[in-house]
């Protein structure tokens, strides 16, 4: 005997799939590619300029009211890669920062600038997102620190001063950060250097 489906299985989902938990707010700048991940980090935003504003979407659709701050997510690859760009962007100053010390050691500028970390995001997860523990060079010397890791930690040393050994303690803690904290904390501080270069 033989099975047969009396209704076709169709190819393509009618609708749009309808999720019953918050999607990953991930979207390229065309907002072509989007993320259907469930958010796993999130975190809430203040709002630049909050004011009264019109809803259009959502239950309050309609309604004037005044907005101070909305609950954003990311799924944890996401947000993970949202933590590392905001503080490469917060670092970055558009010059090689380092390029007096590594001429003094005879090695020559390259490649475009970076965000490079003093004590390894590697090695040292639990100060990798600190704003201390960046410099903005050229990628030549990011990755020659990677090998001359005395000569690193000897300019460490001398920049950091007093400092150093805290943050090397820093360093060597075990903690694992929060990202939708990250998140919120940097971006926040680049909204601050955006609004003091355009004012
Ligand atoms: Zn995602
Ligand atoms: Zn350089």
Redesign the pocket.
Known sequence: MTIQRKTRISRKRAKPRAYKTPR???ATPTGRHL?R?PQKVTWSEALPKPGEIRFLTGPLAGQVGTVVSEVRG??A???KAESARLWSLLVRTGRCDLADWHRSLGVKCGGPICGCHGFGKGAYPSVRYELWNGFSGCSGINAWTEDHTLEWDDYLRATWGPLYEERRQLALAVRKYDLGEVIATLSTQLSDVKQKEAA
């Open positions: 990953c707010d991930f993320c991940k990311m799924c690859s996401h947000a």
